[in-house]
DNA sequence: AATATAGTTCAAATATTTTTGAACTATTTT
DNA sequence: AAAATAGTTCAAAAATATTTGAACTATATT
């Protein structure tokens, strides 16, 4: 039995948005998921920012949380890349929309 | 004699933007700014938004150091708003200027 | 079956941010 | 000149966020 998942209002979802974007390293996970053309488990990810596992982990998670990225495990990777959709409405259309 | 006042570079500018935006009450700040008419000063907006004078002068600083408001003194006043110049480079075009 | 790899979780330690109240400066009003 | 108003500064306290390492789960490789 898994949790059952709470929706956000609008506005804790903003404010999740901007908390996630408040950080160097989350900037560069953002950065690198960008510019790269495959698709990218956590580690790689991890591995040409260098950081730890357990750092990464920590801050996918925070990414996660926000809908910045959206995740799917296959065996034992997690794959990972930016949810476009999230980046438009929370952030390209932030001040329009407040 | 002023302290001369230090240049960031753009992803530290960023970060200070993200960071400031990261905040409940730095937003409600923000939304009054935007859709109240007139000029206004610290004061009001601390009384429409229910904060103390230092709580706001805190907000209202790291906002400025962001610079997402600017501000000019009239006598005893400090009247704030909003700078869109920073709006537009660092949320508007963020995604596609990463 | 044993070992390696990818990632998570937890709790403790550390760092950073925010809140608060008192004392302060500068200006305005009485 | 005294009192009031607008805002700042400071340091201590409180709250939040981040880092770290050890122990863990699940899958893959030898």
């Keep these: 039995m898994t949790t059952p998942k709470k929706t956000l209002t609008s506005a804790d979802q903003q404010l999740l948005v901007f908390k996630a974007l408040a950080d160097p390293i989350r900037l560069e996970i ?10 990218v488990a956590c580690g790689e990810v991890g591995q040409a920012i260098q950081i730890s596992k357990t750092s990464g982990s920590y801050h996918f998670k925070l ?8 995740t799917h495990k296959v065996a034992r990777e997690k794959y990972v890349s930016l949810n476009l ?8 259309d932030f ?3 407040i």
Excluded: S
């Design 95 to 97: 001040y329009q929309n």
């Design 85 to 92: 959709a999230t980046f438009e409405r929370y952030v390209t």
């Design 30 to 39: 953002i950065q690198y998921l960008k510019q790269v053309e495959h698709e």
């Design 63 to 70: 990414l996660a949380a926000a809908q910045l990225i959206t």
